[in-house]
């Protein structure tokens, strides 16, 4: 955590903290870093000022506390996702196929719109490092099947880009979707490792 923060010691301090966290992801999810402010956490989550500045000595502080709390939170989400993934031991493409895709679709579903937001505007930073991690595991499923022959990186990428492009439009969904919103979690899941399968299936061809 950031080291100017004050981390109190007593429930009841801690819980305000809490709060104040929450609040701020809230926000966060809502409008970006730039709606995560000291008034806005202080209305909604009912922490007086004097007692948001006993915690954090200024907004800037809070905000790096914010994202290091959600990067932490979200790397172990990660982490749990791949390693299931991967000690499935799939020894075939259609089971690689589907554990990579299960692995992306609970993570975002579990902290898409956080991830959405992670990066604070680093040049080159937090997106693109989440992408290439993303890249690499997803593509670290199937090591075990087709093993890492360059010639499969486009078409897992590719799949990669699908299975993101749908589950952002699952969790997030358009105005044009919304009748779609209803669909269970589990049917869209499905739906979405089939049409990956046959993709990577049509595009990489079974070891010989």
């Not at 959600?70 to 791949?82: I, K, P, Y």
């Not at 000690?87 to 902290?111: D, K, M, N």
């Not at 749908?166 to 997030?172: G, K, P, Q």
């Amino acid at each position: 955590m950031a080291d100017s923060v004050r981390v109190p010691q007593q429930d009841r301090s801690r819980d305000k903290l809490e709060r104040i966290y929450e609040v701020s992801v809230e926000l966060l999810i809502e409008g970006g870093w730039d709606a995560v402010t000291v008034g806005d956490v202080e209305r909604r989550s009912g922490v007086s000022r004097g007692a948001f500045y006993l915690r954090f000595p200024n907004r800037e502080a809070l905000l790096d506390y914010a994202h290091q709390r959600l990067a932490e939170t979200v790397n172990s989400a990660h982490d749990r996702a791949f390693d299931q993934a991967r000690a499935a031991g799939a020894t075939t493409l259609e089971a690689a196929t589907r554990a990579a895709v299960h692995a992306i679709a609970e993570l975002f579903r579990e902290h898409g719109r956080v991830l959405l937001r992670l990066n604070r505007g680093e040049q080159g930073g937090a997106g693109a490092g989440a992408m290439n991690r993303l890249s690499r595991d997803f593509q670290s499923v199937f090591e075990n099947v087709i093993g890492s022959a360059p010639a499969h990186q486009a078409p897992l990428e590719f799949a990669l880009q699908l299975v993101l492009s749908m589950v952002l439009t699952e969790i997030n969904p358009r105005v044009t979707f919304a009748e779609h919103a209803g669909r269970p979690w589990d049917t869209f899941v499905a739906e979405l490792c089939d049409t990956v399968t046959y993709y990577v299936q049509a595009r990489i061809p079974p070891p010989v």
